[in-house]
């Protein structure tokens, strides 16, 4: 099945190379923050995770998403889903190999990790997330080959795949669990410390995930002439238009809960991302555009005469994609640690290294998304 990635037009070849090229730029980059240490980007002894981390925890939610068209399809037999599914499934593969790119890239020594698995700590969320990751990109990577593989031979996939199906869908709510018990943990982060971090961050996985399905489904019947069909497309957007509600919903209780209590320690953290804190307000615009947009994407996507329109739909998914993107990297991320444990405001600024480390990370993700995506199309016109 691998050589029908190496078969394509020019548009093809060229889209592969600009994606290559830009990687190659991160890996250039990586090599000097390598060289020189962390103190190339723009964390501090107050901000100990940044841009990297941000994207890592995006990326666990775009991952575990694959898990909102594979439970319809396997589970329930929702047929609509067949051709939505295996791209959902690759999808997966490439945002959790993102997802380990980042941490390596945060990481001053990244041969390091391997100490996670030579000297584990039980009690570790960081170990068992580490297990979580792994196990979902291998249940994936198992999965989605051996139904592709049996697919093109026409016949139905082996027995012992369907446990590994079923066990792939608590395992996607498990990764973004974990993750977000990674946060709410630390008792010293009062920002992170709330018992719905987990179910927001899974809200806000289940609407981000499926927008970007959907604007690859589009972009396939553009470019590719694959067609997932419309039904699978706007039951996708309704499965978005609910998670995206109910994330907004999670935002909402969140800041009624700091600013109803008036908890310092807790509401801090709110003004400084809203209003900013001692003249200080780096993250201020991108979070009232976040949720400019979320209110913007509620409109579009509740009303069924707009979502039904695709040319509107795919404009929705994109600022549902955008406003969680912002809100679930920097605006989580970073916010936690400003102001500080001692009350200092120290903001944090990326810096070229670490923008180009994560356009490159972000560039190879593409470029595996689009070989995978080769392939399944290559296997799928093979059987007309």
Same mark, same amino acid.
């Given at each position: 099945?691998?050589?029908?990635?190496?078969?394509?037009?020019?548009?093809?070849?060229?889209?592969?190379?600009?994606?290559?090229?830009?990687?190659?730029?991160?890996?250039?980059?990586?090599?000097?923050?390598? $060289?020189?240490?962390?103190?190339?980007?723009?964390?501090?002894?107050?901000?100990?995770?940044?841009?990297?981390?941000?994207?890592?925890?995006?990326?666990?939610?775009? $991952?575990?998403?694959?898990?909102?068209?594979?439970?319809?399809? &396997?589970?329930?037999?929702?047929?609509?889903?067949?051709?939505?599914?295996?791209?959902?499934?690759?999808?997966?593969?490439?945002?959790?190999?993102?997802?380990?790119?980042?941490?390596?890239?945060?990481?001053?020594?990244?041969?390091?990790?391997?100490?996670?698995?030579?000297?584990?700590?039980?009690?570790?969320?960081?170990?068992?997330?580490?297990?979580?990751?792994?196990? &979902?990109?291998?249940?994936?990577?198992?999965?989605?080959?051996?139904?592709?593989?049996?697919?093109?031979?026409?016949?139905?996939? $082996?027995?012992?795949?369907?446990?590994?199906?079923?066990?792939?869908?608590?395992?996607?709510?498990?990764?973004?669990?974990?993750?977000?018990?990674?946060?709410?943990?630390? $008792?010293?982060?009062?920002?992170?410390?709330?018992?719905?971090?987990?179910?927001?961050?899974?809200?806000? !996985?289940?609407?981000?995930?499926?927008?970007?399905?959907?604007? +690859?489904?589009?972009?396939?019947?553009?470019?590719?002439?694959?067609?997932?069909?419309?039904?699978?497309?706007?039951?996708?957007?309704?499965?978005?238009?609910?998670?995206?509600?109910?994330?907004?919903?999670?935002? +909402?209780?969140?800041?009624?809960?700091?600013?109803?209590?008036?908890?310092?320690?807790?509401?801090?953290?709110?003004?400084?991302?809203?209003?900013?804190?001692?003249?200080?307000?780096?993250?201020?615009?991108?979070?009232? %555009?976040?949720?400019?947009?979320?209110?913007?994407?509620?409109?579009?996507?509740?009303?069924?005469?707009?979502?039904?329109?695709?040319?509107? +739909?795919?404009?929705?998914?994109?600022?549902?994609?955008?406003?969680?993107?912002?809100?679930?990297?920097?605006?989580?991320?970073?916010?936690?640690?400003?102001?500080?444990?001692?009350?200092?405001?120290?903001?944090?600024?990326? %810096?070229?290294?670490?923008?180009?480390?994560?356009?490159?990370?972000?560039?190879?993700? !593409?470029?595996?998304?689009?070989?995978?995506?080769?392939?399944?199309?290559?296997?799928?016109?093979?059987?007309?």
């Amino acid at each position: 099945m691998l050589e029908k990635a190496l078969y394509g037009d020019r548009k093809y070849w060229t889209w592969l190379a600009a994606l290559g090229a830009v990687g190659l730029m991160g890996v250039l980059f990586y090599f000097y923050q390598f $060289a020189n240490g962390l103190t190339v980007t723009g964390l501090s002894r107050d901000v100990t995770w940044g841009f990297y981390i941000a994207q890592f925890t995006f990326l666990v939610g775009v $991952a575990a998403s694959a898990v909102m068209v594979v439970l319809p399809y &396997y589970l329930h037999h929702y047929k609509a889903f067949g051709k939505m599914a295996i791209l959902g499934e690759f999808l997966a593969i490439s945002a959790v190999l993102m997802c380990m790119l980042f941490i390596f890239a945060d990481m001053g020594q990244p041969f390091r990790i391997m100490n996670m698995f030579l000297h584990p700590t039980l009690h570790s969320m960081m170990f068992w997330d580490t297990i979580a990751l792994s196990g &979902y990109l291998v249940l994936n990577v198992v999965i989605s080959r051996a139904t592709l593989s049996a697919e093109r031979k026409g016949l139905p996939p $082996a027995g012992w795949v369907k446990p590994l199906i079923y066990l792939s869908i608590p395992w996607a709510v498990s990764i973004h669990t974990v993750t977000a018990f990674l946060y709410a943990g630390l $008792a010293a982060r009062p920002f992170w410390m709330t018992a719905i971090l987990a179910p927001r961050f899974l809200a806000s !996985a289940f609407a981000s995930g499926p927008s970007l399905l959907i604007l +690859l489904a589009l972009i396939l019947r553009r470019v590719a002439n694959y067609d997932v069909g419309k039904e699978a497309i706007q039951k996708l957007a309704v499965i978005v238009a609910y998670a995206m509600s109910v994330n907004v919903f999670f935002v +909402l209780m969140e800041i009624f809960t700091a600013a109803y209590s008036n908890i310092p320690e807790h509401l801090l953290h709110f003004e400084y991302l809203f209003f900013g804190l001692e003249g200080k307000s780096a993250l201020v615009p991108w979070m009232w %555009t976040s949720e400019i947009l979320a209110v913007l994407t509620l409109i579009l996507l509740i009303n069924p005469k707009t979502r039904a329109k695709e040319g509107l +739909l795919g404009l929705a998914c994109a600022m549902v994609f955008v406003a969680i993107w912002i809100d679930k990297g920097m605006g989580m991320v970073v916010t936690g640690f400003v102001p500080s444990t001692m009350g200092l405001v120290n903001e944090y600024f990326p %810096t070229l290294p670490e923008i180009g480390i994560t356009l490159g990370i972000y560039a190879l993700g !593409a470029l595996l998304v689009s070989l995978l995506y080769k392939i399944a199309l290559g296997v799928r016109r093979s059987l007309v």
